[in-house]
């Protein structure tokens, strides 16, 4: 860890690391301390780049500290794919703050796509050029979106149709959902404990995700 930076949700950081070890946007990395008691290692996700490794999402473990040393396993797992012709891109953070989507504005606007944000969190160093939105307006920046990338946690998948506006009948919109759950073992062990019901039973969330298709997810 090189430093830690103290957020709404909790403590990120910049992690310095080889190239080929910086995470996608939605992708992760296993973390650990060597030698520590620490129980389980920790799913790590890009926030931003950074000249030498990358800015970790919030919320890093308190015992982690600017010179930390850490054991890195990754990248694992399906990133984001954004189209390269998206033009109206909805970011759509519930529950926690938007910084696993923040990954992708980097690409977003590049591609000189407009965005906005549904979230209640406000990041301080958000660009001006996206706009943000309450969670309520979602169904509305939904129907305006081109492509739609979201992040939830488990618990919020049987409601999202809901959340969305869309009707039982309607297909959801193009998009993907990175989904929040405990990622253990990283597919080591097969535990389980990442397991995701989609349309066509449950897929693992370390291997298979964390981020999925909306049009997989119901
Ligand atoms: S974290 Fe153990 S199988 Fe996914």
Excluded: Y
């Amino acid at each position: 860890m090189r430093e830690i930076f103290l957020q709404d949700d909790g403590p990120s950081g910049r992690i310095t690391c080889p190239l080929g070890l910086v995470p996608a946007p939605g992708q992760f990395l296993l973390a650990s301390r060597p030698g520590s008691d620490d129980p389980l290692p920790v799913p790590v996700f890009k926030a931003a780049d950074s000249a030498g490794g990358f800015i970790a999402a919030a919320p890093l473990p308190e015992s982690w500290l600017p010179g930390t040393t850490l054991n890195l396993r990754g990248p694992l797992g399906h990133g984001f794919s954004l189209p390269k012709a998206c033009s109206r891109l909805a970011l759509v953070s519930l529950g926690a703050a938007p910084a696993r989507l923040l990954a992708l504005l980097p690409q977003a606007l590049m591609q000189n796509a407009s965005v906005v944000l549904v979230s209640d969190f406000i990041p301080a160093d958000l660009p001006s050029a996206v706009e943000v939105r309450p969670p309520a307006d979602l169904p509305e920046v939904q129907q305006w979106s081109d492509f739609l990338a979201a992040d939830l946690p488990r618990e919020q998948l049987s409601g999202l149709r809901k959340l969305l506006g869309v009707s039982q009948e309607t297909p959801f919109p193009a998009g993907q959902a990175l989904v929040r759950v405990p990622m253990p073992c990283g597919a080591l062990a097969e535990c389980g404990v990442c397991a995701v019901s989609v349309k066509r039973g449950w897929k693992l969330a370390c291997k298979d995700g964390p981020v999925f298709d909306l049009s997989e997810l119901g």
